[in-house]
């Protein structure tokens, strides 16, 4: 029996480059994906994909965008910390509130960047239609901050969709849906293996790009140890939901800034190495689950 494979791509900003590495393998060993499931990045990605299933075409759209004037205008690189990355992802803005300007227009605004930069990006990457005109199923995943709860969004606006999963909270305003309001989808869903199941998949490949964790020797500021916290809660989450795919790819990426976009070759290439060291896994889990369904139904029978 042929598996419903679904595809998890994890948020984490330029690690999730990995992604285009990974559905590069993936469509070279010709694993068919019956859906797509993003997160953030991922989410970006996985619906360029989605939207058409040709990795030859969409890497070289991907790295024009990415090295063009309108990606310069997000201002990622402001975002950039000093140092060891340990809360990439969710102390993305804590320096922004450290000091001067910018802690006054954290204080007063909520928050740094105008929407309609991330909106502009977007739009160039994906099609205006609905989520239901994919050539693959596709979900992604945002946090409801009006309600307190993860949005798995499987209809409606492709591009809405993607805007709510990646407009990263305090760096760009909430995204509003039919009178609700979203942000990354990463605070509650890191890896959207749960969004893949949503889709019907019954086989996941979850790819992993979070950053890691480091010891904390000694705790010194408050602003780091709340980043901290929810740092470790996402994080916890995510190990959760990845126990529930059937494989999960983490590409040696996590010393990487979720900022160094100008790793592009270097991600993509990361993204490939790690894919292609677990196609034997991929394949032979495909063939003992397609071997247990198959004893399942003779006993229904």
Not at 59 to 71: A, T
Not at 97 to 107: I, M, S
Not at 165 to 187: C, E, H, L, Q, R
Request: glycine share 8%.
């Amino acid at each position: 029996m042929v598996k419903k494979i679904g595809l998890a791509l994890g948020g984490g900003g330029a690690r999730g480059l990995t992604h285009l590495g990974i559905l590069s393998v993936l469509e070279e060993e010709k694993i068919p994906l019956y859906c797509i499931a993003g997160t953030s990045m991922g989410a970006i990605l996985g619906a360029c994909y989605a939207v058409e299933p040709n990795i030859g075409a969409i890497i070289p759209r991907i790295r024009e965008v990415i090295s063009g004037s309108l990606f310069s205008k997000l201002k990622i690189d402001t975002l950039k910390t000093t140092g060891d990355e340990n809360e990439s992802f969710f102390k993305k803005t804590r320096n922004f509130f450290l000091d001067g300007y910018l802690y006054f227009v954290g204080a007063t605004n909520y928050a740094f960047f105008e929407l309609s930069r991330l909106e502009e990006f977007i739009n160039m990457l994906l099609p205006d239609i609905n989520i239901s005109q994919t050539k693959i199923p596709f979900a992604c995943t945002a946090t409801d901050i009006t309600n307190g709860r993860k949005k798995i969004f499987t209809k409606g606006s492709l591009r809405k969709a993607v805007l709510a999963s990646s407009a990263i909270a305090g760096v760009f305003p909430p995204v509003n849906v039919d009178g609700i309001y979203y942000n990354d989808g990463g605070y509650v869903s890191l890896t959207p293996v749960d969004a893949a199941k949503k889709l019907n998949a019954d086989f996941i490949i979850a790819c992993d790009v979070k950053s890691r964790i480091i010891r904390w020797e000694k705790p010194e500021k408050a602003n780091d140890i709340m980043a901290r916290v929810n740092f470790i809660t996402a994080n916890l989450y995510n190990e959760i939901e990845l126990k529930k795919a059937d494989i999960v790819i983490s590409p040696a990426v996590k010393h990487i800034h979720w900022t160094e976009f100008n790793k592009f070759n270097f991600l993509v290439e990361k993204g490939k190495k790690s894919t292609s060291s677990k196609i034997w896994e991929i394949k032979a889990k495909l063939k003992s689950k397609g071997l247990i369904d198959v004893i399942k139904n003779l006993f229904r029978k």
